[in-house]
């Protein structure tokens, strides 16, 4: 059973520019959510997926947005990128979307923006 | 405005004796509580949960207490070990649909074990 796997681990991009963030979720998991740590802080969640719809949305603009595919990896895009979206950036998985369920996590990507 | 608040940032214990983490909530819609710990270059890894129905939930040498009238709950680590040295983040849901299985996290204590 493979666990819930990140790319790229870090990343630097120049402010204005745009980036993809990908997230392979533990099989037999259905749902993705992403999270956002900035440093020193705990994950604030961006978003959820399930069943390849968004399913629940935290405080972020319409600048992040997100996919999931049929084989229920999913993806981060950021546009228009800002210096204060420097942080660790986390994909989590669960077999259901519903509460009860733990989620676990990737190791993170590492989004530096200069 | 955070939801949920860990006050202390750190924590530094003997090994062999207890650790305590603390964590505040002011949301009265979260229902589920959650502790997760979290290495350096790795993701947060899943500790223990408890639901609203229980006041206490224990799993080998963690303790999770929830105290709802007070909107706090704690994790108790007996024995504390070297390898316990982390960070801890407690996280809370709330039984909204629409907000399918979001966490909330608190801002993490880092625990450190001296052998």
Known sequence: ETGVTQSPTHLIKTRGQQVTLRCSSQSGHNTVSWYQQALGQGPQFIFQYYREEENGRGNFPPRFSGLQFPNYSSELNVNALELDDSALYLCASSYSPGRGTEAFFGQGTRLTVV | ?115
């Open chain 2, 1 to 115: 405005d955070q939801q949920v608040k860990q006050n202390s940032p750190s924590l530094s214990v003997q090994e062999g004796r207890i650790s305590i983490l603390n964590c505040d909530y002011t949301n009265s819609m979260f229902d589920y509580f959650l502790w997760y710990k979290k290495y350096p270059a790795e993701g947060p890894t899943f500790l223990i949960s408890i639901s609203s129905i229980k006041d206490k939930n224990e799993d080998g040498r963690f303790t999770v207490f929830l105290n709802k009238s007070a909107k706090h709950l704690s994790l108790h680590i007996v024995p504390s070990q070297p390898g316990d040295s982390a960070v801890y983040f407690c996280a809370a849901s709330a039984r909204i649909k629409a907000a399918g299985n979001k966490l909330t996290f608190g801002g993490g204590t880092r625990v450190l074990v001296k052998p």
